[in-house]
């Protein structure tokens, strides 16, 4: 398997503030991560596809300027709520790609509530 | 049609007894399949790859892919509680970059 961090493990906030979640690749480098997004008994979602040094890729809806992802270093990610509202309360889930597989290898998951 | 179908269950089944959970896929170029467990407020952990046609086994779980009919299984033998989550089934889609499709999840009960 791999090990994968993510900090915060859980996170609250007041409604118009940033928060960012960090994603770390602990035992090898990661040129592509993932970040998912899951509301209580729904579906995981995926938001968008991380890779080092260059843009990330969202999926069709997720909004590119609300949720900033940054991934400057093979090992690690970040995922920057701007301007949370109560709706952006979810479980944010991050995932290290390992290699050239399509394995993904989760993290812990951070759980974010927007007040 | 959706890209990768799971029933979601719950699947009952008595502690000691096989489980059986099944995944269909659309796209007949997918060559890397996967089956991830979730517990309940916790993030997926990967538990299986498969990669080619028949049976891969370890310990307890078995996958099973047939390409041709485009359906690939997850088997758990002697089922225990602790076995009670929610199984992921997840598949690489062509035209999909690097990224998995998942499916909806078989939430999975192991009765005593």
């Known amino acids: 398997g791999a090990v994968v961090s993510q900090h915060p493990s859980r996170v609250i906030c007041k409604s118009g503030t940033s928060v960012k979640i960090e994603c770390r690749s602990l035992?090898?480098?990661?040129?592509?991560m993932f970040w998912y997004r899951q509301f209580p008994k729904q579906s995981l979602m995926l938001m968008a596809t991380?890779?080092?040094?260059?843009?990330?890729?969202?999926e069709q809806g997720v909004e590119k300027d609300k949720f900033l992802i940054n991934h400057a270093s093979l090992t690690l990610s970040t995922l920057t709520v701007t301007s949370a509202h109560p709706e952006d309360s979810s479980f944010y889930i991050c995932?290290?790609?390992?290699?050239?597989?399509?394995?993904?290898?989760f993290g812990p998951g951070t759980r974010l509530t927007v007040t | 049609q959706k890209e990768v179908e799971q029933n979601s269950g719950p699947l009952s089944v008595p502690e000691g007894a096989i489980a059986s959970l099944n995944c269909t896929y659309s796209?007949?170029?997918?060559?890397?399949f996967f089956w991830y467990r979730q517990y309940s407020g916790k993030s997926p952990e990967l538990i299986m790859s498969?990669?080619?046609?028949g049976d891969k086994e370890d310990g307890r779980f078995t996958a099973q892919l047939n390409k041709a009919s485009q359906y690939v299984s997850l088997l758990i033998r002697d089922s225990q509680p602790s076995d009670s989550a929610t199984y992921l089934c997840?598949?690489?889609?062509?035209?999909?970059?690097?990224?998995?499709?998942f499916g909806t999840g078989t939430q999975l009960k192991v009765e005593l």
């Open positions: 995932s290290v790609r390992r290699g050239q597989t399509y394995e993904q290898y």
């Open positions: 035992d090898f480098q990661a040129t592509t």
């Open positions: 991380s890779n080092e040094g260059s843009k990330a890729t969202y």
């Open positions: 796209d007949r170029g997918s060559q890397s």
């Open positions: 498969i990669y080619s046609n």
């Open positions: 997840a598949v690489n889609i062509q035209g999909g970059g690097n990224k998995l499709t």
